[in-house]
């Protein structure tokens, strides 16, 4: 705990919260430096990314690439208050707990010295904020079953993570969640099977992969898989398919399944890969969809019987327009959780294709859509 | 007599644009006829085929049309796949229906067609168009399933060899003298445009020839277009037709340079129009079994509505089927600048009609199937309750 945060100890409540000396995580909890969780705003509105989308920061990666990197332990992010002259909207904070809640981490809240004033002063709007931030808290405490489900991924991504690799693939996590693409980081030094339901594994490295891990990825193409690797993967024997959905790669078949290898100079671009894994996927083997969503991030997690999507908004404010979400699956119940409803709201189905569909009252910050077969 | 010029855009062929042109492909010309079909019908179930079929019965069958040959469609699927207008989804406001393309893939591969390819240039990408339309919740395979000989070509692009193939604008056009398109459209014997009937807040409506702004590639027509070639893959919208901030790339023909329009209400009509006379219509087919008033999609807003005309309408000449959908609107096709639905641009019927595409004087229409005055959906009192809507676009 920040030494000038002890001025507003009398309006911590303990419900929902532990306090954390700096530099001294609880038994058992993995501390990571992460980011402001939401949209990155610039002067005169946000900051786009590539294709015009809106930049967004989120830690939901870093946790998952530390929880199984960190197996038993739980990852916390904390993230440094910003300059003393730095504006933070109050909603920034309902967003950075639930980025991390819905990845199944915590993160730790160091308010900012206009927040920690206002709240020691007992400002009635500090005092409020502060009882919003405490109930999204307890939300997440209080509902460790719905955030404790694992990802529902369909790609995996393989890596180490680490030296020459890390930036391109820890980006090509970041990214693929930035574009709904169901993902789990891999560590390739300890992967001897992969896990059940994914339909394609990017390998995201630049050193060819052991004789081990490449009898793996082969056995999972040979079955009907997509990997999609790096020029360090070497030549491909497979025959070369005419028509490919994307101009970088080169996909050969091999087995039941294809192999995409990048077709001239790679470009190195984590975000043309995550966009390019997407397309060589297919769109056919969504989880979910989210209409109308703008920023906001969309996790799934659970199984075919109890599938939780996880939405944040990374906007901190409802979008302008209704949205609406499809999750695969044969579903009797959908219901929606959120910490800015004072009880569960039971959402009607709209059975769409092979999944159920249903629109949402407005989200401001987080919502976790529950499903059950 | 059109033109189309093959080409592969290239440096060398830019220099040698001159010697292309003798490399001239065969004629293509909308056709005349002024027979347009009207039809009702409650949704996108069971009635929707036989009514398409009467439709095309009306206008002489249409194995006559497409037996033995490769047609081409285009559909409009204007707008980003995971933007709807409220939750309705996309289909019902402002995509042509997946169940309309199926049904008319259907009806061709019954009359014969030897191949069938729908083509849209989607918003800013070059993937697939199955992969797009699926983000919409569409299943692509029921369409290409309807019909032997069936795929979706991606047309904002002109592939990883970067080919186009070059039509000319009859007259000369009003701004572009022509335009490089990607070649699915050159390597085709009937082209059809299949619409939705919209609103649109820079063209006052879009029917059968607006549908066809889409086709031009963002390689060449977009806002992240290359400046002295195409570039590889599309990016951003089409914002230098509406706004005439910058050229095409060089490789493809430039605007006439007495064209100094710089206001979308000009340009838009003005360009729908060129590339309608460049690149003839032979079918035009407007669906409005459901729809949108007020906009052409979810981003023109306030003062959006869906809305249920339950009309199809077929005609051969684009203006003269675009004609009997503004009638059916209750708007005037003959209407001039400043009155609904062109308050605040030209009317591309008129535009068209200069070039020599068609006509659409009602006394020159031959209407059939359902009588305008019975089918008439009132898009026209729905603008009038729009515009009292504050900061509505019109």
Redesign the interface.
Known sequence: MPPEWRGAGAAIDATGFTPVESGKPPAGVLIAEGEWAGMKRMTGGSEAGP??MPWVDSNGWKIRLLSMQNPGQQVWVHTKPPAANEVIRFERYLVGVADAASHGGRWVIEPDANFRRTLAAADPTAKKNWDRLKAAVRFFTERTQLCGLPARAVTGIVSDFSGANEVFSQEILNLAARQHLPYLPLLKTNLTSLPAGLKAVVYADEQAPTAPLRSLLLRFVEAGGLLMTTAAWGKVAGPVLPDT???RYAIHTVGKGRIAVPEGEESGDPYLAAADAQ?LL???H?IA?????GPMGMFPTGDARRSVVHLVNYMGRPTA??V?L?IQGDFRTVTLHSFEYSEAKKLTIIR??NGA?V?LPAIAIYAAVEAVA | MLEKIPMSITRRSVLSAAGAAMFTGRALAAPQSTRVAVAQCPDYGAALTPALNGLFDQLGGLGRMVKGKTVVIKVNLTGSP??????S?LETTHYTHPSVIGATVHLMGRAGAKRIRIVESPW?T???I??YV??A?W?PNEILRAAPSVEFVNTNWGG?KRKYSRFTTPNGGHIFPGFDLHPAYEECDVFVSLAKMKDHVTAGITLAMKNCFGITPCTIYGTGAGVDEPS??P??GRGMFHAGDRQPSKSAPQEKAHSVQKHGGARVPRIVADIVAARPIHLSIVEAVDTMAGGEG?WTGPGLKVVSPRLLVAGLNPVATDAVCMRLMNYDPMARRGAPPFESCDNTLELAEQLGVGSRDANLIDVSGVAIEKAKFDFAALREMKKKIPGARV
């Open positions: 294709t015009g959905p994307t101009v397309v297919s769109h056919r969504d969809r989210l209409w109308n969503g327009d209704p609406s499809w769409r294709r569909e629109h | 995971t933007y709807r207008l409220g939750h989804p800013s070059a993937s697939p199955e992969e699926l983000q919740n299943e990883p590889l893959t990016t951003g979810p």
